[in-house]
């Protein structure tokens, strides 16, 4: 296995669509938390308006399964038509410095 890794999902509705962006990730999150390496995957908001979900992978294997899986398959068919671009999705490595807690996500 790899290392943790973190991910940033930026999603982007459309005008009037947030909502049901929203309700979309309200059903698919609590599935994902059930799943195989997520230690952390969470929704906030942006000043822009757009949707930011940060996750935390115990590592890229466990992600790619993330992926492939039935939850994100069916967010992405239920987003279909909602959001102004496709979600922006950016792989990082963790650089813990300092504290061991206040220092890495």
């Known amino acids: 296995m790899s ?3 973190n991910v940033t999902a930026i999603f982007r509705p459309l005008p009037g669509k947030r909502e049901e962006v929203l309700a979309n990730l309200r059903v698919a999150i609590p ?4 799943e195989e390496g997520c230690e952390l995957y969470a929704i906030t908001d942006a ?3 757009s949707i930011v979900m940060i996750e935390k992978w115990t590592s890229a294997e466990l992600l790619d399964a993330h992926g ?3 939850p994100v398959a069916d967010l992405n068919v239920a987003n279909d038509g909602l ?5 922006e999705v ?3 490595v963790p ?5 061991a807690v206040k220092g890495a996500l």
Do not use: N, Q, S
Request: proline share 15%; net charge negative.
């Open 90 to 92: 950016t792989r990082l």
């Open 95 to 99: 650089i813990p410095v300092g504290d």
């Open 68 to 70: 492939a899986g039935r």
């Open 83 to 87: 959001l102004a671009a496709p979600v």
């Open 3 to 5: 290392e943790p890794i």
């Open 31 to 34: 599935l994902v938390h059930e």
């Open 47 to 49: 000043p822009d308006g």
